[in-house]
């Protein structure tokens, strides 16, 4: 950390590290346990001028009429936190599709994949009207993950050589205030088994194994 705003009129703590600038409510910091909703980062897209932080003892400071200041490579940036309203509204988050090996399956009904599919990919997209291009996702299989994925900006997930068995897709999204829209896109499908996965075809093999020995 290269510096944080002592102030913080309005309870934000504001933090400079050596690639990032991110604010966040002290009391939350405080608490020990906070959320991605509860984290804001910026970039150049905000208007900072750079996004490394010059390495000094402190590279953030707050002015006398309350706006925090960040020392960057490319010079000093500027944010007047009274304009900042948060009243964002978080984006929505629509799966387009479900490709199996390039082939377009229906995720209407119950959703059943050939076994003999081995690539899956998950189409979707996250609506913003305040800055499109800022949405994140994360992603999760639940009977294959075993957490969220790290938030990308990809409107996409690709899942290979899945087992037979049940499985629900889920995919949230953020917009460029860092809230996150928790409901999110689910699908529940099923990968069906080969037929030499089959309880039947083992069945037969035991039969003919005890056969052969007999």
Not at 59 to 78: E, H, Q, T
Not at 118 to 123: A, D, E, L, M, P
Not at 187 to 194: G, I, K, P, R, Y
Request: hydrophobic fraction near 40%.
């Amino acid at each position: 950390m290269r510096g944080a705003d002592p102030g913080g009129r309005s309870g934000w703590l504001w933090i400079a590290t050596s690639n990032h600038v991110l604010r966040i409510q002290r009391q939350v910091l405080l608490g020990g346990v906070f959320r991605n909703a509860d984290l804001r980062q910026y970039g150049l897209a905000d208007g900072l001028h750079g996004m490394e932080g010059v390495k000094r003892n402190q590279s953030v400071f707050a002015d006398p009429i309350g706006r925090v200041c960040f020392s960057m490579n490319r010079g000093l940036s500027v944010v007047d936190p009274s304009r900042l309203t948060g009243s964002s509204v978080p984006a929505l988050v629509h799966l387009d599709a479900v490709l199996a090996d390039g082939s377009p399956i229906g995720t209407r009904g119950l959703v059943r994949i050939p076994s003999a599919r081995q690539r899956i990919t998950f189409s979707y997209t996250g609506l913003s009207l305040s800055d499109p291009e800022r949405v994140r996702y994360r992603y999760r299989l639940d009977g294959f993950d075993r957490d969220w994925s790290e938030p990308v900006t990809a409107r996409s997930a690709v899942y290979t050589n899945l087992s037979p068995g049940s499985y629900h897709f889920r995919v949230i999204a953020c917009n460029n205030d860092g809230i996150w829209n928790d409901v999110g896109a689910t699908l529940d499908f099923s990968v069906a088994q080969a037929w030499y996965q089959t309880n039947w075809f083992r069945l037969l093999c035991v039969v003919a194994s005890a056969s052969f020995v007999s």
